[in-house]
């Protein structure tokens, strides 16, 4: 089984609460498979939508790290955070580097498309273990992994 960090800041602020009501995000397992949900990001809560659950997952905890950072400690995000994490942090990244089968953040996020507001879809998977979720969009184009605060319940 996994750890996963169950920090309710770190999640609201790294993996996109974007000011909706809790009750309408997705966050935290609240969308479940087959619910009708749609994309919410911006230029300053960037998210990435991927094709596979690992690059989500490691994308978008590293996003989530260096929105941490700049919120919290005003630091500028750093792109070496691999190389300068340390403990708990230094182990999840490995994790997911290893889960997304990349040696690097830029070849990871070359596989992936930075996540637009507005995309319609449907939960088509929703592991218990991780804060991604696979959408299967209306618009007939492919499925792709996102982070679970950056989808909002839709109708």
């Known amino acids: ?15 996109g609460f974007t000011g909706t009501s809790l009750a309408a995000n997705c966050m935290g397992g ?4 087959g619910e009708k949900v749609t994309t919410q990001a911006s230029q300053r809560d960037k998210v990435y ?14 996003l989530g790290i260096w929105a941490m950072q700049a919120e919290i400690a ?25 889960e997304a089968k990349v040696k690097t953040f830029n070849e990871a996020i070359a596989l992936c498309a930075v996540g637009k507001s507005g995309i319609k879809g449907k939960v088509s ?17 492919p499925h792709f992994w996102t982070s679970e605060g950056h989808l909002v319940r839709s109708k």
């Open 74 to 98: 005003g630091i500028k995000p750093n792109a070496d955070i691999e190389k300068t994490a340390t403990g708990q942090t230094a182990q999840f990244l490995a994790m997911y580097r290893k």
């Open 125 to 141: 998977s929703r592991p218990k273990d991780s804060f991604v979720i696979m959408v299967e969009p209306e618009n007939g184009l």
């Open 49 to 62: 939508n991927c094709p596979t659950q690992g690059l989500a997952e490691y994308t978008n905890f590293i």
């Open 30 to 33: 609240a969308c479940e498979v």
């Open 1 to 15: 089984m996994r750890i996963i960090i169950a920090v309710p800041l770190l999640l609201a602020m790294a993996f």
